[in-house]
């Protein structure tokens, strides 16, 4: 019946708690991709759910199992944090329901059920970028510090083996709690240690304070450099974050400084939605994976249900305002440019600008 007609997101993210800026970015782009693209595809009205999980991953399977059998969703979406997407995987694949991981990073995430697709990115996709450039420009000693789960395990593992294959020293690899974390002691130990540069990995919505107590306890006065992947230079935070940053180099994806046609129309539409907001690699995720969602309606025209949708999703290749990106069929990741950036000041605003890019990464993370 009217049903019939309704074709619904399951879009789950974490709009309180400690990763809130990642829900808030990513609802924010999903509307913004709505208003843009209009909510009704192939002769079917678009319904947006969205819910909170609070970054909590029992709760967001428990939302998802709501989502699939009370409001009956053709497709999941959200995923604030790996254990989450982790947490879901299963119902996915028992329930044939596609699910868009647009925020979470870890590489496995991928092959944790079939109805995986990613519109994200991969720590290993954008940590080995910079393993390969902090050797050539004087960093021959780091410490890693991450999050200690699935994406700091990740950045770890693959920027510390290719610094190390690239001549580079690892002298001390640590890990900081998820949640609730202290990085003041990470942060001495670090300081007494006096490697060339700090390599970094926080999720998003954590980096101001790495960056805050970094400067407070003077390691950038003691030469100690930090670089990290652009989690740490996050664009929902980094213009408040004060000029102790101008200078540090990330390795990611995205930017808000992008400088193509397309990305400036995306900032501009975004803060003129959003009371100036500035869109950062979480919105773009959400955004993107919209329309990875909004092409596979039209390719199916809501026939065939998840299976088929799925099949349409495989494949895609569009421009987005990071740059280029692939759905790749046989994994369902996300291939992309990853960029070199410097933290530099333009207008009176802190940017992440970018000086080099890497060409069409696929995931290094992959078993096979
Ligand atoms: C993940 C979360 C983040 O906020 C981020 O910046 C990268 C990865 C994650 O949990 O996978």
């Known amino acids: 019946?009217?049903?019939?007609?309704?074709?619904?997101?399951?879009?789950?993210?974490?709009?309180?708690?400690?990763?809130?800026?990642?829900?808030?970015?990513?609802?924010?782009?999903?509307?913004?991709?709505m208003a843009q693209n209009g909510d009704t595809v192939a002769g079917k009205k678009v319904q947006l759910i969205v819910k909170d999980d609070t970054s909590l991953p029992d709760q967001t399977r428990r939302l998802a199992q709501e989502l699939i059998v009370n409001d009956k969703v053709n497709v999941l979406a959200g995923m604030g944090i790996t254990?989450?997407?982790?947490?879901?995987?299963?119902?996915?694949?028992?329930?044939?329901?596609?699910?868009?991981?647009?925020?979470?990073?870890?590489?496995?995430?991928?092959?944790a059920s079939p109805y995986v697709v990613r519109t994200s990115f991969t720590l290993p996709q954008a940590s080995v970028a910079l393993a390969d450039w902090a050797p050539k420009n004087n960093i021959k000693t780091v410490v890693s510090l991450v999050s200690d789960y699935g994406p700091g395990i990740d950045a770890e593992k693959f920027f510390n083996a290719r610094m190390v294959n690239n001549g580079g020293k690892v002298v001390e690899a640590l890990r900081v709690p998820m949640r609730n974390p202290d990085f003041a002691p990470f942060l001495q130990k670090v300081r007494d240690l006096k490697p060339d540069a700090l390599f970094v990995f926080v999720p998003s919505g954590a980096g101001a304070a790495v960056m805050k107590q970094f400067t407070e306890r003077g390691m950038d006065k003691a030469g100690i450099k930090l670089i990290g992947t652009g989690d740490v230079t996050d664009d929902d935070q980094l213009n408040d974050m004060g000029d102790s940053v101008l200078g540090v180099v990330t390795s990611h994806h995205y930017?808000?400084?992008?400088?193509?046609?397309?990305?400036?129309?995306?900032?501009?539409?975004?803060?003129?939605?959003?009371?100036?907001?500035r869109p950062n690699f979480m919105a773009v995720g959400g955004y993107d994976g919209m329309r990875v969602i909004y092409e596979a309606l039209k390719t199916t025209k809501g026939a065939g249900g998840g299976d088929a949708l799925l099949a349409a999703m495989k494949g895609q290749i569009f421009e987005s305002p990071r740059g280029k990106i692939y759905i790749d069929a046989q994994t369902r990741d996300v291939v992309q440019d990853i960029y070199l950036r410097k933290v530099e000041k333009k207008d009176g605003q802190l940017f992440n600008v970018e000086f080099d890019v890497i060409k069409d990464v696929k995931d290094p993370g992959k078993s096979k």
Not at 3 to 14: A, T
């Open 83 to 111: 254990p989450s997407a982790m947490a879901v995987a299963p119902l996915a694949t028992q329930s044939k329901t596609p699910l868009v991981v647009m925020a979470a990073a870890t590489s496995s995430i991928t092959e």
């Open 1 to 33: 019946m009217a049903q019939d007609n309704v074709f619904k997101i399951g879009l789950i993210l974490p709009m309180t708690g400690q990763q809130a800026t990642t829900g808030r970015q990513i609802e924010a782009a999903a509307r913004l991709y």
């Open 255 to 277: 930017s808000a400084a992008h400088p193509s046609e397309l990305n400036k129309k995306f900032v501009d539409a975004f803060q003129k939605a959003n009371k100036n907001l």
